[in-house]
Nanobody
Framework: QVPLVESGGGAVQAGASLRLSCASSGRTTSRYAMGWFRQAPGKEREFVAAISRSGGDTYYADSVKDRFTISRDNAEKTMYLQMNSLKAEDTAVYYC?????????????????WGQGTQVTVSS
């Protein structure tokens, strides 16, 4: 497992942008595929985006495609989620996650390291 800490959440108006960060203190972070998930009140945790170990491959949920961009800087041991054109339905606690391996996975069960979450609230 690798320690993960999210930051960058907040309360914004619809149409605004936010950038979430996920910092890791692990020495082998670059060997982990990583992802972002979110969980709204009363709902299950859902996949948002995933990125390969090198950052060269990404995958998005249909609901965020063309609005969100996942990226990572392995030298800084940090992953990002740039969120543009935010909608009220994007309101949730956002979690970053890591998994040992190279494949991009959309199931939360495939990830073994999780951050504590950061709240994103979008008002319409």
């Amino acid at each position: 497992q690798v320690p993960l800490v999210e930051s960058g959440g907040g309360a914004v108006q619809a149409g605004a942008s936010l950038r979430l960060s996920c910092a890791s203190s692990g020495r082998t972070t670059s060997r982990y595929a990583m992802g972002w998930f979110r969980q709204a009140p009363g709902k299950e945790r859902e996949f948002v985006a995933a990125i390969s170990r090198s950052g060269g491959d990404t995958y998005y949920a249909d609901s965020v495609k063309d609005r969100f961009t996942i990226s990572r800087d392995n030298a800084e041991k940090t992953m990002y989620l740039q969120m543009n054109s935010l909608k009220a339905e994007d309101t949730a606690v956002y979690y970053c996650a890591a998994r040992w391996g190279s494949s991009l996975e959309i199931s939360p069960l495939a990830y073994d390291s999780w951050g504590q979450g950061t709240q994103v609230t979008v008002s319409s």
